[in-house]
DNA sequence: ATTGATTTTGAAAGTTTTTGACTGGTTATG
DNA sequence: CATAACCAGTCAAAAACTTTCAAAATCAAT
């Protein structure tokens, strides 16, 4: 097997399961764990995924920092079907002719597959979505701003004032807390901000979050409930249900 | 066997595989490893696939948008070294405190690595461009626009609107023609609308073009070779050393 | 057909790169 | 704090590569 080969075949799992474990690696490519070891160094240098503990993750990941880092292995089977469901279902909402502003974020990321093929434009501040978008085949605009290397996003000043010119007539927001007493909130202050520019322009905002999320509140504050409607997998807290719009998925 | 027939075979299954090791055309062909490294040097240096260490891998760079496919189609690249010169000179221009445009292409991206340390902040409006920069730890700003599929690259109206609000000490920008009668060319519209919307907000602009370049006309013009200097590997035609400013960085 | 020049081929020698095992140190976890 | 998982570094063996050279094939005339 060529070392090329090797290379896509990791980066293939990685980013279709979000995430692997070197010992899942080496099993698949029947090669030592130093050799696997040496391809992920390779490939972390060179940008196209990031190394962690135990394995690597999928370089266009950002739904991650809930403060602490979690371990691969449990990252890999952490929410992803969940939030497949999720995407699945927030694609399907997509109507032609919809102008739709496409957040950051892993599961955002995920909806683009399941998009339907019609005549929609999308605006998003995600590298990844923006191409993936593209050569699905729609229009696609990006903001203009500031690179935030973490998220490979754009953020800052310029970004909110590029949104303002628009009027989306949905938009799909990765949210990383929600709660009954703040509402939706976000660990990042400049992507927070660009989240309330977006939601401030759009007819129909849908918030997009696994059930880990609820009851729960990162650093900044986004909007309160009542500004849209949650997608989600499913909620203990059957108070959200009343206090909010809630879709639950697999329910 | 004909040397011809060969190459179709071996042409044939890495298009249809992706890739194939040395060892399975031996097999395939019937023939001495001398004999396959020798038409795999051959179809390579014709850029008709990729060599590399165990076997080669096909040329066309697929649908897929994976940073991978960009380092194998790095290797096939058409006057490489060359561009790398180029690139080395472009980046050592570059001083502290400078607010510098880097325009979409592969020899300005290959300016990135070898920028010096310093305090500099950087627009492009390529999303690989500001990705590389961004992961360099260098302030980088995006152009608001329409995405470009085939190059990746930020266009349109929006993205001169936003241009046209900055004021770049430097830029650095690729052209695909070069003549002494109409200047500088480009073959797309649209993106040479935004390198004229640069140039008209650069104090001093850079053009980047392989000796290939020269007394070649594209589709569409940018600007006169007076708007400029040209860093270049070598001309032949002498005429543009004393019509034009020149750097040869090979000579 | 034969001869000599030219090109192609396969084998061999020597060099470089990659690989997998092993070492000992570090980090998580119960 | 003990144990297991993980990781960086080292090293020798294996694989792949480059260069060189002579035999074989091809060609181009007589």
Redesign the pocket.
Known sequence: ML?ED?YSTILETVNINGSA???ELCTLLD?????V???L?YLDEKGMLVK????AMSAHSTDNFTALER?V?EKALLFNDEKVAIAKYAASLIEEGDFVFLDAGTTTEKMIEFLPEKNVTFVTNAFVHAMKLAKRGFRVFVPAGEIKVTTEAIVGADCIKSIEEYNFTKSFIGVNGISLSVGFTTPDKTEAEVKRAVIANTRKSYFLADHSKFDKITAVNIAPLTEGKIITDKVENKKYVTEASVKEVMR
């Open positions: 070392t090797r474990t070197l010992a090669t030592s764990e130093s050799t070891r040496r391809d160094a962690v503990r135990g394995g371990d292995a």
